[in-house]
């Protein structure tokens, strides 16, 4: 179907129906409880980033998951794609169309000239490479870039702007052809609220987009050239291929997809700051990336959300809300859970997330994608233990 | 020229301390084979050792001193700090005035401590882990060392003064036979340099004159031979670990006068210390120290008013720049060996 | 006129003179074997061959044009292609993959920009790659992970996706070193199958007497980095100064 296997179609109908229904699935709380206060994660602010990033680590992944080049300045062309799309709303209109396809462009056009540059070596090299590129880009937009991105106040749209193609009645915030991002439907059902938003949708229509296309990539002959270049790049020249032009394609892809994610996040909130290019940021869609499992399809897209997901709940969390939840027990205990955990809450989410980096790459290299199969293995063995002596069936 | 000497001189305090962390770098990766993104953090703790330091000699305790009244007419509360009530004033007041350079004996045996569990606790388990790995888990635990010091001191920088006696400037220019006050450079500075410079002069002749040193060089260059040998290479390994970390501890002390410490320093240095380690040559030890001076000395002068009028901006690039132009002229870095790091 | 003609090639490592004014000249359609003790330039040379590295002098002319200062991938599409001495393939992709992709640089050449088609929809090359893997039996084992396999397995791969690429030379670097003798009689028969049915000519360099001799039409001896003699199996066998220098050596 579409081109696809049959388990890869059934991975990408599982991601659209996710991707569609996520504002109902992802709160399963009502919304005055308490646990809805807490875990709920179905807000379109939320419901965004998910998905934005996910389109941010799929792209991330072309590049890392196939060639096993580890690029540590890829949030420069997440912070390319929002400038450029600011723009767009700054010189046109608000309008989104030609802001995301500007920021896909303008990522694409830097990720030719830093990926030409940066594939000429190999290794960490690569990666230095990278990231001093993108710390460039970083310290330039807060120095003498300043006209181009408004320094540290942050790019964004004001009255005086041109906005050529802005005619009356258009609305004042970003839009698709006068359908408003903000724009919201809300259902009530009982304790449950649902709020559908036109901005998540559209970015959930690009994620779905961006999957199939990362499918059909790995499935390619391409997506098959890239890993046997990370298996084996003498093996590659001396077959009678040119690794260069490859590698390029794929690091192209993977920043347009960066690209897009940028504008993308521009075109929910335009606004857009240098910080977004900061290496720190680049470290994070590493960690996305590995946590979901590096090279796998949708491992990536799980990483981002988790990340984004801890992320709003643990930030979010305080002493309060603990003892709250611990007001069953007695009261000394109660103390000391909150006393305990509290270093890790609220403003304490780094701490967290730092901890968590460690624990995925001690205990789970492979990704939550390899600790399900590893689950799902154990269960399988059991079973054929008891079927037929453990007889040893030959990995596919 | 009285300028340019002066930005040589600026260059070279933060370009000792990218030389100190580059070095550290570059033991750790070409004994241990690890990309350690951790050694930033290192560098801070050291800066912290000062900070606590300074706070330890500053704890007091209150007296109620009746013979004095304060502006309300109610006796006088007086702080004395502990170390001048057991100690005496002068003494008390010396160790004050001295807490920094007094760290460095706290920090050494802390950095090694600290060095030693980090190694055998946790990097370890990831020497035949793919450099990527690496990375992750020592990136992780650098923002959990700086989440710790946010947690413990707060996220503001805290000034942690030099000794008064080296408060102040020194006349470099007359020294050097120029007119007078044209070059005056804050003494402290001078002291990092000539400290960093010993330290580094320390590690390369304990590495050259020791049978200690001599069997970990040859550890860097070929480590299966030397294990073939039946030498306990892992052994020496693990302090080769602790001296870095004692180093970066060192550079750290050292540098709270120059920078008040704050959590994120040492992701601050990192950064550039890597590009610096990259631009020397994976695994060079001359050429992590020469890149650190060079990069440091560079950026001073990109820093220089007529310099910026130029090329706008530079000041804030230059390292990376050059570090790319580098890279790409020089595939391994300025001193970097064959087949290091290219896969 | 051969189809390789390598002309007073020279090599140096820092003092050690690697390679010492080698000429060489390979006829189409034929066995050429290269032997000589360990160290004595053999995978030096093939490495000048296929633009791993380039000679301080000399000349090396394939088909009448020239490889010297090309690229390796530029020179593989020329026709050349290498057996390794450690096998060299993509280890972490499938048997049936480590073939496809030679096929696709047989077809497309050095770099093609492919569209988003599957590579299972690539019937023709997928008919191609299994075909020769028939062919050096390991069909069955197409869904393996090449990692998985045995060296001798390795090898044979290595040589299929050489094959499947239909060079115009051949150059193998001990194809059975370290291969059990049931391998290496396979391997013979392998070779030889080739010869006959494809009339690939090649470059072989080999330890192994029995080898060298059941397929071999002319044998270069090399020692030192420069060729002591030339000719044929038969002539070498007998050949004094060869017995001295190198048989004598390996039969102790
Ligand atoms: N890249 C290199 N750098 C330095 N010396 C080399 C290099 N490659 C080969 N050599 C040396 O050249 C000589 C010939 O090696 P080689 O061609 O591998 O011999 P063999 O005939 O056994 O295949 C050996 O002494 C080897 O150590
Ligand atoms: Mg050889």
Redesign the pocket.
């Given at each position: 179907m579409l081109g696809l296997n049959s388990r890869d179609f059934k991975l990408f109908i599982i991601v659209c129906i996710m991707a569609l229904v996520a504002p109902v699935l992802l709160n399963p709380f009502p919304t005055e409880s308490a646990l809805g206060q807490s875990f709920n994660a179905g807000y379109p602010a939320l419901m965004q980033r998910f998905v934005i990033f996910g389109i941010l680590a799929i792209g991330f992944n072309i590049l890392f998951g196939l060639t096993g080049f580890l690029s540590f300045g890829h949030a420069a062309f997440l912070g390319i794609g929002s400038y450029a799309a600011v723009w767009m709303f700054k010189l046109l209109s608000y309008n989104v169309v030609p802001a995301i396809i500007l920021s896909v462009v303008v990522a694409g056009l830097f990720a030719v000239v830093i990926g030409y540059v940066s594939l000429r070596r190999s290794g960490i090299y690569f990666s230095i490479l990278t990231l001093a590129f993108a710390q460039m880009a970083y310290q330039l937009a807060y120095s003498v870039l300043t006209p181009l991105t408004n320094g540290e106040t942050g790019l964004q749209v004001y009255n005086g702007d041109p906005q050529i193609l802005m005619s009356a009645g258009d609305p004042t915030v970003p839009h698709f052809f006068g359908i408003t991002m903000n724009g919201q439907t809300q259902l009530d059902l009982g304790g449950w609220s649902f709020t559908f938003q036109n901005g998540y949708y559209l970015a959930a229509i690009f994620l779905i987009a961006s999957f199939y296309l990362s499918i059909r990539i790995f499935r390619s002959p391409m997506g098959l050239m890239l890993r046997a270049i990370k298996s084996n790049q003498t093996r590659m020249s001396y077959v009678g291929l040119n690794t260069k032009p490859y590698m390029l394609a794929a690091f192209v892809i993977s920043g347009m997809y960066a690209g897009l994610a940028g504008g993308l996040l521009a075109a929910m909130d335009p606004l857009t700051g240098a910080e977004r290019m900061f290496w720190t940021a680049s470290g994070e869609i590493v960690v996305m990336s590995i946590l979901g499992g590096v090279g796998t399809l949708i491992g990536p897209v799980l990483g981002a959300g988790l990340i984004k997901y801890l992320e709003n709940i643990v930030s979010k969390i305080n002493d309060g809300i603990l003892h709250n939840w611990f007001a069953f027990m007695p009261d000394w205990m109660d103390n000391l859970f909150v006393t305990l955990i509290h270093p890790f809450i609220g403003k304490g989410w780094h701490l967290t997330l730092g901890l968590l980096f460690m624990a995925v790459v001690i205990f789970l290299p492979g990704g939550l994608v390899q600790g399900g199969q590893k689950i799902m293995d154990m269960f399988s063995r059991n079973k054929n233990t008891d079927a037929k002596d453990g007889a040893k069936t030959p990995a596919e | 020229m009285d300028a340019f000497i002066l930005q040589i001189l600026n260059g070279l305090d933060k370009g000792s301390a990218y030389a100190l962390i580059a070095l550290g770098l570059t033991l750790i990766f070409g004994t241990l084979g690890v990309v350690n993104f951790a050694h930033g953090a290192l560098f801070m703790i050291g800066a912290f050792v000062a900070v606590t330091m300074q706070k330890i000699f500053n704890l007091s305790f209150l007296t109620v001193d009746e013979t004095q009244k304060d502006f309300l007419g109610n006796p006088l509360k007086v702080e004395t700090p502990y170390v001048e009530a057991w100690f005496g004033d002068a003494m008390g007041n010396w160790l004050q005035d001295w807490s920094v350079p007094l760290s460095i004996l706290v920090v050494i045996p802390v950095m090694f401590f600290l060095g030693f569990v980090m190694e055998r606790g946790l990097i370890k388990h990831f020497y035949k882990r793919p450099h990527a790995d690496q990375i992750l888990v020592t990136f992780g635990l650098a923002i959990v060392i700086g989440e710790i010091i946010k947690a413990f001191y707060g996220a503001n920088p805290i000034q942690t003064p030099p000794p008064t006696a080296f408060l102040g400037t020194i006349d470099v220019g007359s020294w050097l036979g120029f007119a007078e006050n044209t070059i005056a450079y804050p003494t402290w500075r001078i002291v990092y340099f000539g400290f960093s410079a010993v330290i580094i002069a320390a590690v390369f002749a304990f590495l050259q004159f020791t049978t200690f040193g001599m069997v970990v060089r040859a550890g860097m260059a070929d480590r299966e031979t030397v294990g073939l040998l039946g030498i306990d290479i892992d052994r020496r390994f693990t302090f080769m670990f602790g001296l870095a970390a004692a180093v970066a501890g060192m550079a750290g002390v050292m540098y709270a006068p120059i920078l008040s410490p704050h959590y994120n320093i040492g992701m601050d240095f990192l950064v550039l210390s890597f590009v610096v380690v990259v631009v020397g040559g994976m695994g060079s030890l001359p050429g992590a120290v020469l890149a650190g001076f060079m990069l440091g000395i560079l950026q001073s002068f990109a820093s220089m008013n007529e310099v910026k009028a130029l090329i706008p901006g530079i000041d804030q690039i230059i390292i990376y720049l050059v570090a790319i132009i580098i890279l790409l002229t020089r595939p391994r870095g300025l001193m970097g060996r064959k087949g290091v790091m290219e896969e | 006129m051969g189809i390789l003609e390598v002309k007073g090639v020279n090599k140096r490592?820092?003092g050690?003179q690697?390679l010492g004014d080698v000429n060489l000249s390979v006829q189409e359609n034929t066995v050429h074997a290269i032997i000589?003790?360990?160290?004595?330039?053999?995978?030096?040379?093939l490495?000048v061959l296929v633009g791993k590295?380039i000679p301080d002098s000399g000349s090396v002319m394939f088909d009448g044009q020239s490889v010297l200062g090309r690229k390796p991938h530029e020179i593989a599409q020329m026709g050349i292609s290498r057996v390794f001495?450690t096998p060299e393939i993509f280890s972490d992709l499938t048997v049936m993959e480590n073939v496809l992709i030679p096929c696709f640089a047989k077809r497309d050449g050095a770099f093609r920009m492919h569209g988003i088609e599957s590579v299972a929809d690539e019937k023709g090359l997928n008919e191609q790659a299994e075909m020769m893997l028939d062919e050096v039996k390991m069909l069955d084992k197409r869904h393996m992970t090449a990692s998985s396999m045995s060296r001798g397995d390795k090898r044979r791969l290595e040589m299929a996706m050489c094959l499947v690429q239909e060079p115009r030379l051949l150059l193998l670097?001990e194809p059975t070193a370290g291969m059990a003798r049931a391998d290496t009689e396979n391997t013979i028969l392998l070779l030889k199958d080739i010869r006959t049915k494809r009339g690939i000519t090649m470059a072989i360099?080999e330890h192994d007497m029995n080898v060298v001799f059941s397929l071999a039409d002319r044998i270069t001896v090399?020692a030192q980095?420069m060729p002591l003699v030339e000719d044929t199996p038969d002539k070498i066998k007998n050949h004094p100064k060869v017995r001295e220098a190198y048989l004598g050596e390996a039969q102790v």
């Open positions: - | - | 490592f820092g050690l690697a000589g003790p360990n160290g004595a330039g053999k995978s030096t040379l490495n590295l001495q670097d360099i090399l980095g």
